[in-house]
C-alpha cells in the first residue's frame, strides 16, 4: 500500500484517491475472491507455490513508498516509534496466544492465530491512519521499523508461543521472511533511491498491485484450507475479531498511558491492531499445516473491514469536533 508519507513530499491527488479507492474496495475484493475459492477449490490449489512470492512484490511496493525522510522520523521522534513497536510485538503475540487458549482452539488454529500476532504491522495500516486524521510519518515508521524487525523477532516469538503448539523450524522461517520481506523492501528503496522520477509515476498503481497480490494470496490459502473453513471458519472468525478488536483497544491504551497526542495514539492502535496477515498465511501454509493459513486468511479480510469503519468513525470524530470548537469560538467572539 501507499504510505501518504507526511515526512516526505506530499503525496499527488492521484495517489491519495487511488489509495482511498483500493483501501475501500479491499475488502470486498478479498471477500470475494474468498468466496470463489471456497466455492470451487481444487481451481486454485495450483496457486499455492505463488503465496510467497507475491507477499514479496507486496513488500517491494512498499520499499517503493518509503523515503530518506521518512526513516529521520525514527531519529527525530524515537519514543513514540518505540512505544509502538514495543506495543506491536508485545501486545499481540500474547493476545493472540489468550485468544487460542480461551476458544480452546486446536493446535493447527491456534498456532496460526498466534502466528498471525507475531507478524510486523500490516501494509494497509498506513493508509487506514491517514484515513483516521492519525500521524501518518509516525504510522510509516513504526509499519517500517516492526517490518525491519521481523526476521528476528516474529520466528523467535513464534517458536516460544506457537511452539507450544506445534513445530516451529525458527531457523528457516526467519531465513524465508528476510527473503519475503527484507530483501524486497531493500531493493525498493535502492530502485527509489536511484529511479525516483520512474517510480514516482508508479506510485498510483502502487495500491492495486497491492490488493491484487493480496487477493491472490487469499484465494490461494482460502482453497487449501476450504475443509477447514467449513468445520471451524465460525470459531476462527471469533477469533480473530477478538484479536484484532483488542489490538486496537490496547494499543490506544499504551499509547494514551505515554500521554502521545490523540493523533498518535490514533496511530498506535492501528499498528497493533493491523497485522501483516497474509505473511501469516504464507508462513503458516509453509512451515505449519494449511489449517494453520487459515486465522491469517481471514484476518486480511477482517481487519481491512474493521480498519476502514474505525477510519470512518474517527474521521467523522474529529470533523464534529472541529465544528464544535469553531462553533464556541464564535461565541466567544461574540
Known sequence: MSSLSESSAPASAAEERSARVAVTLFPLLILAGGAVALAAPTAFIGLGPWINPLLGVIMFGMGLTL??????????????????????????????????????????????????????????????????????????????????????????????????????????????????????????????????RLVNKSLPALPWISVLAITVVVVAVVAGSAKAIFSAGLLVLVAVILHNGLGYALGYAAARLFRLPVPSRRTTAIEVGMQNSGLAAGLARQYLTPESALPGAIFSVWHNVSGAVLAAYWRRRGTVAARDRDAAAVVIAE
Not at 161 to 184: E, H, K, N, R, T
Request: charged letters at 5%; hydrophobic letters at 60%.
Open 67 to 196: 523515503t530518506p525522510p521518512d526513516f529521520a522520523v525514527i531519529a527525530k521522534r524515537p519514543v513514540p516509534v518505540v512505544i509502538g513497536v514495543v506495543a506491536q510485538y508485545a501486545i499481540m503475540p500474547f493476545l493472540g496466544w489468550l485468544v487460542a487458549a480461551a476458544l480452546g482452539l486446536p493446535p493447527a488454529l491456534a498456532a496460526g492465530v498466534i502466528l498471525v500476532g507475531c507478524c510486523p504491522g500490516g501494509t494497509a495500516s498506513n493508509v487506514v491512519s491517514y484515513l483516521a486524521k492519525g500521524d501518518v510519518a509516525l504510522s510509516v515508521a513504526m509499519t517500517t521499523v516492526s517490518t525491519l524487525l521481523a526476521p528476528l523477532l516474529t520466528p523467535v516469538l513464534a517458536l516460544w508461543l506457537a511452539g507450544q503448539y506445534m513445530p516451529v523450524d525458527a531457523g528457516s522461517m526467519a531465513w524465508s521472511i528476510v527473503q519475503i520481506v527484507l530483501f524486497p523492501v531493500l531493493l525498493g528503496l535502492v530502485i527509489r533511491l536511484f529511479l525516483p
